[in-house]
C-alpha cells in the first residue's frame, strides 16, 4: 500500500527553521516525483518544491530559503525551511506524482498520493 507520512511541523518564530519529513512506504521515493504543496486559509494549494531523480525545483517564494532533499535508504524526503516568514503559515504536504511534465509540477492535478499534511505557524 502508497503511503505518505509528514510530519516536522510546529509553531516557530520569524527567522527561525524547520525541518519537514516525508516518510514514504509501499514504493521507493526515488523512482517518481515528489512535491511539497502548502495550504493556507482561504487560499488554494501551492507547490512549495520538487524532486525528482537528480532535479530540484522551487517556488519562487521560498527560493533561496527552503532545500528539498532525498534519503533513499531512510525513502524519506525532506524540506529544510530557513528564514521562516509569517507568510509560510500553512498546511504542508507532500504528494508523490506518477508521471508529471517538469513545468507542471505546481498543478496539483499531476499528483495521485498525498500524505496528511502538517502544520506550520510562523508566528511571534
Known amino acids: 500500500e502508497v503511503q505518505l507520512q509528514a510530519s516536522g511541523g510546529g509553531l516557530v518564530q520569524p527567522g527561525g527553521s524547520l525541518r519537514l519529513s516525508c516518510a514514504a512506504s509501499g514504493f521507493a521515493v526515488d523512482d517518481y516525483a515528489i512535491s511539497w504543496f502548502r495550504q493556507a486559509p482561504g487560499k488554494e494549494r501551492e507547490g512549495v518544491s520538487y524532486?525528482?531523480?537528480?532535479?530540484?525545483s522551487y517556488a519562487d517564494s521560498v527560493k533561496g530559503r527552503f532545500t528539498i532533499s532525498r534519503d533513499n535508504a531512510k525513502n524519506t524526503i525532506y524540506l529544510q525551511m530557513n528564514s521562516l516568514k509569517p507568510e509560510d503559515t500553512a498546511v504542508y504536504y507532500c504528494?508523490?506524482?506518477?508521471?508529471?511534465?517538469?513545468?507542471?509540477?505546481?498543478?496539483?492535478?499531476?499528483?495521485?498520493?498525498w500524505g496528511q499534511g502538517t502544520l506550520v505557524t510562523v508566528s511571534s
Open positions: 524532486i525528482n531523480v537528480g532535479r530540484k
Open positions: 504528494a508523490r506524482a506518477p508521471r508529471v511534465p517538469f513545468s507542471l509540477w505546481r498543478d496539483p492535478s499531476y499528483y495521485t498520493y
